[in-house]
């Protein structure tokens, strides 16, 4: 069946090091994808997102890059802080009837260290 | 905006007892999501409404869990009866539904449900 994925449950970074989380779907039909921050005890917060057209969007701090070849999906952030600490998920967005079904992965857990 | 509010923060309950799970989306959006997170499974998508009519409920566990959205501005996820295993998170989201704009989801802050 379709899914979405995360290669690393778990990632440890120490404070200015920028970070790398990395997520893989299935889905060829998706044609917009979003990720998200979740810190504890709180509901999942839009991060960035980026269309099927795009390979690459940038925001502050955060740039999400896109490759539909092999579909994997990667969120980059630069001089992580010890704010940035929280669970990360990846969704992707399925166009149906007027609607997106949005589909979300495991989750990737960074730590950062001061 | 105050966004999505969800309630009850926490519930405990026993087995057997109806659980309901109640979430006001932020003003003006016109879709709806409940969903389920565990350690083991994730986020689940549950169920959707667009303007307040349920369009997929496939998430749905068992016909002891139902979902309805007498208004656009108010919905109920209810678990009956409830289970331990029905223990999790549950989120409401909302989204404008446009697809000029960003499609994300703004989720409340979830209820925590454990059934003893």
């Known amino acids: 069946g379709e899914s979405v994925g995360l290669h690393l449950p778990t990632l440890s970074v120490q404070e200015g090091d920028n970070s790398i989380i990395n997520c893989a779907y299935s889905n060829s039909a998706s044609d917009y994808f979003i990720w998200y921050k979740q810190e504890s005890g709180k509901g999942p917060q839009f991060i960035i997102d980026?269309?099927?057209?795009?390979d690459k969007r940038q925001g502050q701090r955060v740039t999400v890059l896109l490759n539909k070849t092999v579909k994997h999906l990667s969120l980059q952030i630069a001089a992580t802080q010890p704010g940035d600490s929280a669970v990360y998920f990846c969704?992707?967005?399925?166009?149906?009837?007027?609607?997106?079904?949005?589909?979300f992965g495991r989750g990737t857990s960074l730590i950062v260290h001061p | 905006d105050a966004g999505v509010i969800q309630s009850p923060r926490h519930e405990v309950t026993e087995m057997g007892q109806e659980v309901t799970l109640r979430c006001k989306p932020i003003?003006?959006?016109?879709?709806l999501f409940w969903y389920r997170q565990t350690m083991m499974r994730g986020l689940e998508l549950l169920i959707y409404f667009n303007n307040n009519v349920p369009i997929d409920d496939s998430g749905m566990p068992e016909d002891r869990f139902s979902a309805k959205m007498p208004n656009a501005s108010f919905s109920t996820l209810k678990i009956q009866p409830s289970e331990p295993r029905d223990s999790a998170v549950y989120f409401c989201a909302s989204s404008p539904n446009d697809r000029a704009t960003n499609e994300k989801l703004f989720f409340g802050s979830g209820t925590q449900l454990s059934v003893l």
């Open positions: 980026i269309r099927s057209n795009m």
């Open positions: 003003s003006g959006h016109n879709s």
């Open positions: 969704a992707e967005n399925r166009a149906s009837g007027g609607s997106y079904i949005p589909t």
